[in-house]
């Protein structure tokens, strides 16, 4: 008969045992279970066709991972079995995962990806548009190195006048991320550039994992300033390529995407201000023309005028000719005066006989005297 | 004003020049606006100075912005 144990004194027993045995283990499984209570430490499952483990993952080893675990997700986990006496029970304290089959930093890039996506981080309705000549231009990148070079280079090359203003930051390792994210606060709270370029050189998964953290995220998204992003190689992405405004290929892209050809504008504009006295050029020909028109045209108003009013005037000349006291003379009348010719004489009434009158003919006149009065009757008949 | 909306404005003149329905006075009075706008757009370009600056973080906390020596590698 063995030795009756109390359940401390098993317990113990096995803890020593089994705390010993197992201090080291990598275990893979599905999480199934998953708990995140708000101590920070995470509780699951892993399990496989027929069994289950219970895991604990706590806050300080918890805040290390990538990527977020959730259900269903198959892993690796590694660390130590420990006895939870109270329960009786036995579980694996996690110190690291590993997601199975794709790296851990792969995850990590399409789950941030696909939150900040449902987000609307990466909205293009959202993004800035970059300005066409800007007076400085902010870069986020490590002072020394090509990617500054390349970017210095290129912008001397299309515009020998840039104003570059660089926030030297580390762009790889611990703390490259938080660094990177001030630095593009620190421009905007400055406001002294009106865009930014994000740069690095290329470089693997892991040289380039600072921009796929959500702090950096979050500032391009926060800035009020565009922001370019430019980092590695052409084929990599990023998350910050995908939050900012405007993605270059490389960094000496990302310099000839924000600064403009000082050549192409001088060209540009010596083309508009010919194309401007061209314009002047073509106006005033077509103003002469315009003018000439007129002329022409008031000239020809004029013509008809004369020419209306000429026969206007031949009508009166025919009238008046018809008029003519002197045509009528030529007719045969003739025209009784007072001897001094001032009023012809309409009536015998008021002649007295010895007096003088001028008789006028069409021809001349001549004076007469008047022998006798002879009051006609047929002169009241024109009455 | 920008100098983008600048040139942007020089070409909308050009345009209305070489419409059919503008007035003598007003296309010469357009003519100077261009003329003008394309004088500023120049200057804008020929006042841009070259300059290559770093921030440098002061003890305080403070942004010191000094010119950019390259340093090596």
Same mark, same amino acid.
């Given at each position: ?6 359940i401390s004194?098993l317990t113990?027993?096995l803890k ?23 101590? !920070?430490?995470?509780y699951?499952s892993?399990? @496989? ?5 219970r895991c604990v ?25 420990g006895v939870y006496g109270r329960d009786g029970t036995y579980q ?63 912008? +001397? ?28 606060? +620190? ?44 980092? !590695? ?28 050809? &000082? ?14 006295? &061209? ?13 000439? @028109?007129?002329? @022409?045209?008031?000239? &020809? ?5 004369? +020419? ?67 009051? +006609? ?7 | ?13 050009? /345009? ?16 100077? /606006? ?11 370009? /020929? ?25 090596? /590698?």
């Amino acid at each position: 008969m063995p030795k009756i144990l109390t359940i401390s004194e098993l317990t113990r027993d096995l803890k020593e045992v089994l705390e010993n045995i197992f201090q080291e283990v990598c275990v893979e499984g599905e999480i199934s279970n998953l708990r995140l209570p708000g101590s !920070g430490h995470m509780y699951f499952s892993l399990k @496989d066709t027929q069994c289950a483990l219970r895991c604990v993952l706590f806050k300080n080893a918890g805040v290390r991972l990538k990527f977020a675990p959730a259900d269903g997700l198959s892993v690796v986990a590694s660390g130590r079995i420990g006895v939870y006496g109270r329960d009786g029970t036995y579980q694996l304290y996690v110190n690291a995962l590993e997601p199975k089959g794709t790296g851990a930093l792969q995850l990590a890039f399409e789950q941030l990806k696909n939150r900040l996506a449902q987000e609307g981080l990466f909205d293009e309705g959202r993004k800035k548009a970059l300005p066409f000549l800007p007076e400085a231009i902010g870069v986020v990148t490590s002072p020394t190195g090509a990617v500054i070079r390349d970017i210095l280079q290129i912008l +001397e090359r299309r515009f020998p006048q840039a104003h570059v203003v660089i926030n030297p930051v580390r762009v790889q390792g611990e703390g490259a991320a938080v660094e990177i994210a001030r630095a593009v606060g +620190e421009f905007n709270a400055w406001g002294g550039v009106d865009v930014i370029i994000l740069a690095r050189g290329g470089g693997s998964l892991e040289d380039l994992w600072s921009f796929n953290e959500e702090v950096v995220a979050r500032a391009i998204y926060a800035s009020h300033i565009p922001v370019v992003s430019a980092v !590695g190689h052409e084929t990599d992405y990023t998350i910050a390529d995908f939050v900012a405004d405007k993605r270059a290929p490389t960094p000496s892209a990302a310099a000839e995407m924000v600064m403009p050809s &000082r050549a192409e504008l001088d060209e540009r504009i010596g083309h508009l201000v010919r194309h401007l006295w &061209r314009s002047l050029a073509d106006v005033v020909p077509q103003h002469s023309q315009h003018i000439d @028109d007129l002329s @022409d045209r008031m000239r &020809r108003a004029l013509v008809n005028i004369f +020419e209306e009013k000429r026969i206007q005037l031949d009508g009166f000349c025919r009238e008046l000719e018809a008029l003519n006291p002197l045509a009528i003379l030529r007719r045969g009348y003739s025209v009784t005066m007072r001897q001094d010719g001032a009023k012809a004489l309409r009536s015998v009434r008021g002649m007295s006989a010895g007096e003088r009158i001028r008789t006028r003919f069409a021809d001349g006149s001549c004076v007469s005297r008047v022998e006798e009065i002879v009051d +006609e009757p047929a002169g009241r008949r024109k009455r | 004003m920008g100098f983008e909306e600048d040139l942007k404005k020089l070409e909308k003149i050009i /345009d209305d020049l070489h419409s059919e329905k503008i007035s003598l006075e007003k296309s010469i009075e357009k003519f100077e /606006d261009g003329v003008k706008l394309a004088d500023h757009c120049l200057k804008t370009l /020929d006042g841009m100075k070259k300059k290559i600056e770093v921030i440098a973080k002061a003890k305080d906390g403070k942004l010191k912005i000094k010119p950019f020596m390259e340093e090596a /590698d």
